[in-house]
Structures are given as C-alpha cells and as structure tokens.
T-cell receptor
Framework: SQQGEEDPQALSIQEGENATMNCSYK?????LQWYRQNSGRGLVHLIL?????REKHSGRLRVTLDTSKKSSSLLITASRAADTASYFC??????????????FGAGTILRVKS | DTEVTQTPKHLVMGMTNKKSLKCEQH?????MYWYKQKAKKPPELMFV???????INESVPSRFSPECPNSSLLNLHLHALQPEDSALYLC??????????????FGPGTRLTVL
C-alpha cells in the first residue's frame, strides 16, 4: 500500500524560481527520504530527514518535516533546467527489520523551463 | 565504485519466453532489492534480499523468481509473463539490513516489454 502522497502532481516553473513539493504520509515513521528520478531512469537519493528533525539543508535543497501533521516539504531554490525530473518522498515502512523497506509516494513531476 | 548496474537496458519478450534480469553492485552492500515501476507511478517493492537470503516477498506472482548467487549479484528470472508485467524494473542496494536510515542506491533499470 502506498504511504506517501505528494502534491502537486506536476509543477512547471521558470529557471531561477523556487519549487516546493509536499508529501503526506499515514503512519508513524523513523525517517523520510526524498529521491529524484530523471525520465525513465533510476532514482537518486537526495536527502534524509529523521523523525526527530524539523528541517534539513543540502545545497539548494531544504526539507522540512512535521510529524504532527505527518507531512514533509521539499524546497528547491534557484531552480535549473537540470532539475527537471520526478521527485518522490519515501518513508520507512512497518516491519523494516529485514531491510530498509521504503514506501514511495506518488511523486511530483517538476519541469523547469529555461 | 558507487554504482549499481543492470542488464539488459531493454528487453522485449513473448509470453512463453524465459529471460533473466541481472543486477550487480560492488559497494559491499548486504541488502539488495527489486522494484517494479509502471509509467507515471512510483516504484513498488517486489523483493528484498538481506545477506543473500530472501527476507521480503511482497506477494509477487511466481512467474517472477529472484535469485541472489552472491553478495554482489541479484537476478530476476522471468517466465510466462503477461503484457501487464511490462514496466521498468529497478534494482537497488543498501549497506545493511534493519537500518531504515540506509540510503538505497538504484540502478538505471531494465525496460521490459511483454508482447
């Protein structure tokens, strides 16, 4: 079953603008991760935020986590055409004893126009 | 080497064929994963191997048969597939089992088409 839901489903912005994507989830988590996927390719890990963290930065990325609302946001500042991709949040599923079972959200398709 | 490789990149097969997908990593990771991804959908977990043992099978039909010959290799054997099995098949690995803070490293995927 899918735990994370994301909005918007698609986002189109101009180069240089900021892009914000949101993710909501249903059950308690240990951490939340964001991944990027270029068209038809593998996923690339962007950032991980633990359940006891509220905000985390990595370069042009800023992630927030609100466990009371079971939601997270990913902000990409000063976007570039190369940021065009699908972005997925992923939460660690129940019963991750035997491995890191991730459940991915539906994803946001970001298009950055140059 | 921080790469997960997958072969082939593309595969077209008939419903009566038998084929295999291959995944390889040399990062010393001890957990490896198969995901299935349909167009415009998120990846869905199929199998998890931890220390070369199958630890999670997400109720995948038996026409998909995983195999982990050693800690670096992961195969997915395909037999009698259906057209609805057409998808991007992604392999991933992570350093250890039982640590949900592990990052998963993904391969580029195999685009499978079943005719």
């Amino acid at each position: 079953s899918q735990q994370g839901e994301e909005d918007p489903q698609a986002l189109s912005i101009q180069e240089g603008e900021n892009a914000t994507m949101n993710c909501s989830y249903k059950t308690s988590i240990n951490n939340l991760q964001w991944y990027r996927q270029n068209s038809g390719r593998g996923l690339v890990h962007l950032i991980l935020i633990r359940s006891n963290e509220r905000e985390k930065h990595s370069g042009r990325l800023r992630v927030t986590l609100d466990t009371s609302k079971k939601s997270s946001s990913l902000l990409i500042t000063a976007s570039r055409a190369a940021d065009t991709a699908s972005y997925f949040c992923a939460t660690d599923g129940v019963g991750s004893i035997y491995g890191n079972k991730l459940v991915f959200g539906a994803g946001t398709i970001l298009r950055v126009k140059s | 080497d921080t790469e997960v490789t997958q072969t082939p990149k593309h595969l077209v097969m008939g419903m009566t064929n038998k084929k295999s997908l291959k995944c390889e990593q040399h990062m010393g990771h001890r957990a490896m994963y198969w995901y299935k991804q349909k167009a415009k959908k998120p990846p869905e977990l199929m199998f998890v191997y931890s220390y070369e043992k199958l630890s999670i099978n997400e109720s995948v039909p038996s026409r998909f048969s995983p195999e982990c010959p050693n800690s670096s290799l992961l195969n997915l054997h395909l037999h009698a597939l259906q057209p609805e099995d057409s998808a991007l098949y992604l392999c991933a690995s992570s350093p250890t089992k039982g640590r949900s803070t592990d990052t998963q490293y993904f391969g580029p995927g195999t685009r499978l088409t079943v005719l």
